[in-house]
Protein backbone atom coordinates (compact mmCIF):
# COMPACT_ATOMS: atom_id res chain seq x y z
CA UNK A 1 0.00 0.00 0.00
CA UNK A 2 1.43 3.53 -1.36
CA UNK A 3 0.55 6.24 1.29
CA UNK A 4 1.86 9.90 1.45
CA UNK A 5 4.40 8.75 4.05
CA UNK A 6 6.05 6.84 0.71
CA UNK A 7 6.70 10.44 -0.77
CA UNK A 8 9.49 11.99 1.02
CA UNK A 9 12.73 10.98 0.09
CA UNK A 10 13.08 8.15 2.67
CA UNK A 11 16.76 6.90 3.51
CA UNK A 12 16.72 2.62 3.43
CA UNK A 13 15.93 1.08 6.05
CA UNK A 14 18.02 0.20 8.85
CA UNK A 15 17.92 -2.32 11.97
CA UNK A 16 17.04 0.30 14.90
CA UNK A 17 19.68 -1.55 17.07
CA UNK A 18 22.51 0.32 14.30
CA UNK A 19 20.32 3.43 14.67
CA UNK A 20 20.75 3.61 18.32
CA UNK A 21 23.97 2.82 17.91
CA UNK A 22 24.47 5.73 16.54
CA UNK A 23 26.15 4.01 13.47
CA UNK A 24 23.50 6.15 11.00
CA UNK A 25 23.97 9.82 12.72
CA UNK A 26 21.98 11.99 10.30
CA UNK A 27 20.84 15.33 11.91
CA UNK A 28 17.24 16.78 12.40
CA UNK A 29 14.21 15.36 10.50
CA UNK A 30 11.80 12.85 10.34
CA UNK A 31 11.95 9.27 11.23
CA UNK A 32 9.44 6.03 10.72
CA UNK A 33 9.25 2.60 12.64
CA UNK A 34 8.52 -0.33 11.11
CA UNK A 35 8.24 -4.04 12.63
CA UNK A 36 7.33 -7.94 10.76
CA UNK A 37 4.69 -6.14 8.59
CA UNK A 38 7.00 -3.80 5.94
CA UNK A 39 3.50 -2.40 4.98
CA UNK A 40 3.09 -0.26 8.12
CA UNK A 41 4.67 1.69 10.35
CA UNK A 42 4.79 1.39 13.59
CA UNK A 43 5.43 4.87 14.50
CA UNK A 44 6.05 8.29 12.60
CA UNK A 45 8.32 10.84 14.48
CA UNK A 46 10.32 13.81 14.35
CA UNK A 47 13.37 15.12 16.11
CA UNK A 48 17.24 14.16 16.20
CA UNK A 49 18.31 11.20 14.64
CA UNK A 50 19.35 8.67 16.24
CA UNK A 51 18.47 10.18 19.48
CA UNK A 52 14.85 9.99 19.21
CA UNK A 53 14.49 6.63 17.33
CA UNK A 54 16.88 5.30 20.40
CA UNK A 55 13.75 6.15 22.89
CA UNK A 56 11.94 3.52 21.21
CA UNK A 57 14.54 0.96 21.28
CA UNK A 58 14.33 1.52 24.78
CA UNK A 59 10.68 1.12 24.75
CA UNK A 60 10.75 -2.19 23.72
CA UNK A 61 12.98 -3.42 26.37
CA UNK A 62 10.17 -2.54 29.08
CA UNK A 63 7.14 -4.81 28.64
CA UNK A 64 5.11 -2.58 31.17
CA UNK A 65 4.74 0.09 28.62
CA UNK A 66 1.98 0.35 26.08
CA UNK A 67 4.35 0.93 22.80
CA UNK A 68 7.03 -1.45 24.46
CA UNK A 69 4.17 -4.32 24.13
CA UNK A 70 4.23 -3.37 20.54
CA UNK A 71 7.23 -2.80 20.22
CA UNK A 72 8.61 -5.93 21.53
CA UNK A 73 5.78 -7.92 19.64
CA UNK A 74 7.12 -6.18 16.34
CA UNK A 75 10.57 -6.92 16.47
CA UNK A 76 13.32 -6.72 14.92
CA UNK A 77 12.54 -3.01 14.68
CA UNK A 78 13.41 -1.42 11.85
CA UNK A 79 13.91 2.83 11.06
CA UNK A 80 14.02 4.71 7.65
CA UNK A 81 14.49 9.07 7.96
CA UNK A 82 14.73 11.85 5.94
CA UNK A 83 16.92 15.12 7.44
CA UNK A 84 16.21 18.34 6.42
CA UNK A 85 18.41 21.12 8.54
CA UNK A 86 16.55 23.56 7.43
CA UNK A 87 13.09 22.57 8.62
CA UNK A 88 12.84 24.88 11.95
CA UNK A 89 11.08 22.71 14.68
CA UNK A 90 7.68 23.85 14.55
CA UNK A 91 8.00 22.91 10.94
CA UNK A 92 8.96 19.45 11.79
CA UNK A 93 6.16 18.97 14.18
CA UNK A 94 3.99 20.12 11.41
CA UNK A 95 4.88 17.27 9.00
CA UNK A 96 4.77 15.11 11.17
CA UNK A 97 1.26 15.67 11.97
CA UNK A 98 0.22 16.07 8.58
CA UNK A 99 2.02 12.66 7.56
CA UNK A 100 -0.13 11.06 10.45
CA UNK A 101 -2.95 12.76 9.17
CA UNK A 102 -2.58 11.38 5.75
CA UNK A 103 -1.87 7.26 6.96
CA UNK A 104 -4.85 8.24 8.68
CA UNK A 105 -6.96 8.75 5.48
CA UNK A 106 -5.45 6.29 3.32
CA UNK A 107 -5.56 3.84 5.90
CA UNK A 108 -8.67 4.47 8.58
CA UNK A 109 -6.09 3.94 11.30
CA UNK A 110 -3.20 4.95 12.90
CA UNK A 111 0.50 3.62 13.60
CA UNK A 112 -0.02 1.30 15.95
CA UNK A 113 2.43 2.56 18.46
CA UNK A 114 1.64 6.38 17.74
CA UNK A 115 -0.91 7.41 20.42
CA UNK A 116 0.39 5.23 23.56
CA UNK A 117 3.40 7.63 24.88
Known amino acids: MTTVLDLLSWGAWVPLREVAGGQSAAGNGLYRT???????????GQGLIP????VHLAKARDPAHPQGRIFAAQAPLECSWVTNEDWLAHQRLELENDLIAAYVLVTGEVPAAQFLG
Open 34 to 44: RGVDPGRPLYV
Open 51 to 54: ARPF
